[in-house]
């Protein structure tokens, strides 16, 4: 168990990831799209994926290339502070987590969800530079 009272199972994950790095096919991506990404089981409190994939929602801030992106993961948990940019979209609220930004493959991806207007992914963007 961990510190958060629940059994993490590295061993399905394991399963997962090897799945997924097997993958061949390059999802196309933008900036400032919101994707259901597999980010799988963590450590300590790293924001853990859920359900069958291991996956939640995830913002992508940075495309490197047709692979590779910078991405923050969101909480549905209605939160704002330093490290959070609370954002509603559609009546749902998405806090986007930039303390715990990273690089990940596209083929973690699994679907879009939605895509944020320009505006608010802006002031995101610099919310973010600001914290660095």
């Known amino acids: 168990m ?5 059994k993490k199972d590295f061993d399905r994950w ?11 096919i390059f999802t196309p991506f933008k900036e400032g799209e ?10 300590g409190r790293e924001e ?4 069958e994939k291991f996956e939640r929602p995830v913002i992508v801030l ?6 590779k992106l910078l991405i923050a993961p969101t909480t549905s ?6 490290y959070i940019y609370g954002h509603t979209h559609d009546g749902i609220y998405y806090g986007i987590i ?17 895509r944020m207007e320009p505006a608010p992914f802006q002031q995101l963007l610099e919310k973010v530079r600001r914290s660095l």
Request: glycine share 6%; aromatic share 10%; charged share 35%.
């Open 62 to 67: 940075k495309k490197y290339n047709r692979d």
């Open 48 to 51: 853990d994926g859920k359900h």
């Open 2 to 6: 961990d510190d958060l009272g629940y």
């Open 34 to 43: 919101v994707w259901w990404a597999s980010l799988g089981v963590n450590i």
């Open 98 to 114: 930039f303390s715990q930004l990273r690089t990940i493959s596209a083929r973690r991806l699994s679907r879009i969800m939605w």
């Open 14 to 24: 394991n399963t997962i990831k090897k799945t997924l790095d097997a993958t061949e």
């Open 77 to 82: 948990k209605e939160r704002d502070g330093q």
